[in-house]
């Protein structure tokens, strides 16, 4: 979601510094759109930070009820979100 908004903002930026040329005394457009392009940027790498790391979880399974006989097992599973539906 954060990938497709940062785009969204770059777009938008880059529209309102290349495309519009309206004159206008209260806001400049340019460096709106300048800003808009940065901010998408940033939401855009911080986005594929956060689909990129891993995430691990450690699962430990005892059986049997007495502490000399039983059997310990220990499953580590690494996931990445596309992993995860």
Do not use: C, W
């Amino acid at each position: 979601m954060s990938i497709g908004t940062g785009i969204v903002l770059f777009v938008i930026g880059a529209i309102l510094t290349f495309a519009v040329n309206l004159e206008n005394s209260y806001v400049n457009l340019d460096l709106v759109g300048y800003i808009l392009m940065g901010a998408g940027f940033v939401v855009f790498v911080i986005g594929l930070v956060l689909m990129m790391r891993k995430r691990q979880s450690v699962t430990t399974v005892t059986s049997g009820v007495d502490s000399n006989g039983g059997s310990v097992s220990e499953r580590r599973t690494s996931t990445t979100p596309d992993d995860v539906v």
